[in-house]
Nanobody, 125 residues
Framework: QVQLVESGGGLVQAGNSLRLTCAASGRTFSSYAMGWFRQAPGKEREYVAGTIWSGGRTMYADSVKGRFTISRDNAKNTVYLQMKSLKAEDTAIYYC??????????????????WGQGTQVTVSS
């Protein structure tokens, strides 16, 4: 089992950058593929980015491709989401999630086993 805690959210102006951090508990962090999702007010939660256990493969939603970068540090049990050129439409609660099938990149909410509590990102235009 793994527990996830996100941090790094906040209020930022459009065009600026922000880095989210997800810290995982437990000794088996490298057993999990990791993903970031987000949920804007009145909308369903959507996939943002994912990485397999090693960080060697990643996947991004079209809406963030070229602006967001997911990375992980297995020695620190941490996954990051670097967000650049932020837009007002990036405003959402951002969640990290863990998929126990560590070689997969499946951008589907129901395929993830563990979730963090979320961190709010607000982009002002």
């Amino acid at each position: 089992q793994v527990q996830l805690v996100e941090s790094g959210g906040g209020l930022v102006q459009a065009g600026n950058s922000l880095r989210l951090t997800c810290a995982a508990s437990g000794r088996t962090f490298s057993s999990y593929a990791m993903g970031w999702f987000r949920q804007a007010p009145g909308k369903e939660r959507e996939y943002v980015a994912g990485t397999i256990w090693s960080g060697g493969r990643t996947m991004y939603a079209d809406s963030v491709k070229g602006r967001f970068t997911i990375s992980r540090d297995n020695a620190k049990n941490t996954v990051y989401l670097q967000m650049k050129s932020l837009k007002a439409e990036d405003t959402a609660i951002y969640y990290c999630a863990a998929d126990s099938r560590r070689l997969r990149l499946i951008p589907v909410e129901s395929e993830f086993d563990y979730w963090g509590q979320g961190t709010q990102v607000t982009v002002s235009s």
